[in-house]
């Protein structure tokens, strides 16, 4: 049996990873892996059970959690324990609070092995903070995608706007700086480069702009026609 082809995309919040990944994965067939939508579920769980400071019972969601996610027309749906929280786990209060949830090491360890499991098992195209370095340092292509500050927030604010959401730019560019920080400068797999990355800044690229760049870059190493 042939080896399954692993595409890492990491990088900072808004720098346009997820619809990267996403249609690379429509035009490649492959799986889609939002790691990030994990996190965001443990950070979800425990803010609603009131544990989300508590950091013995957040382990325990995460190592007890039975997460699925499936990619439904672009949209990824999550599912713990075959309940729904595809909305829930993209709000606000999980933004603020899921750079310290993704934090703990236990935490991490608990999503990494089912990452793991998941490359080992079918073509993917994976995006999030630690896959080209941590979870897939061997993927076929790894690639670090980035973008300046203010049109990372940019892109926020805009998809904020379009769910009515009252929070304002300075809100949102603050809370992508602090993420960006504890991302980057937290002990455990932090948010870098790989030494073997292909960087993009993608600034001022339009999505389908993003998806053309990538696409020629993975035609290139992968030698596709
Ligand atoms: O990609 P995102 O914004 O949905 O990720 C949410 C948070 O999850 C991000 O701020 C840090 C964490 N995360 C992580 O630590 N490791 C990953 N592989 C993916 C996300």
């Keep these: 049996m042939s080896k399954n082809i692993i595409i890492a995309i990491d990088g900072p919040a808004g720098s346009g990873k997820s619809t990267a990944a996403k249609n690379l994965a429509q ?13 965001r579920t443990i950070t979800y769980l425990s803010l609603r059970a009131g544990v989300v400071d508590n950091r013995d019972e ?6 007890n959690v039975k997460l699925r996610l499936k990619t439904d027309n672009g949209l990824t749906r999550v ?42 098992s079918c073509n993917i195209v ?12 061997n993927a076929d292509i ?13 892109r926020r604010f805009k998809e904020y706007k379009a769910k009515n959401s009252e929070i304002s730019f300075e809100e949102v560019k603050a809370n992508l700086e602090k993420r960006d920080k504890i991302d980057s400068g937290r002990k455990v797999s932090p948010l870098r480069k790989a030494d073997d990355a292909i960087v993009f800044d993608n600034t001022g690229f339009t999505p389908n702009e993003d998806l053309d760049y990538l696409f020629e870059k993975i035609k290139e190493v992968l030698s596709i026609k």
């Design 142 to 154: 790894k690639i670090f995608l980035t973008a300046s500050i203010d049109e990372r927030a940019n």
């Design 58 to 63: 957040v382990i325990k969601i995460a190592q």
């Design 79 to 120: 599912f713990a324990n075959d309940e729904e929280l595809t909305e829930q786990i993209r709000t606000p209060e999980v933004n603020s609070k899921v750079s310290e949830v993704s934090i703990i090491p236990e935490v991490r360890f608990e999503m990494v092995k089912i990452q793991k499991a998941l490359g080992g």
């Design 27 to 39: 035009k490649l067939g492959f799986t889609y892996l939002d790691t990030g939508a994990m996190y």
């Design 126 to 137: 994976a995006e999030g903070r630690d896959v080209t370095t941590v979870v897939y340092p």
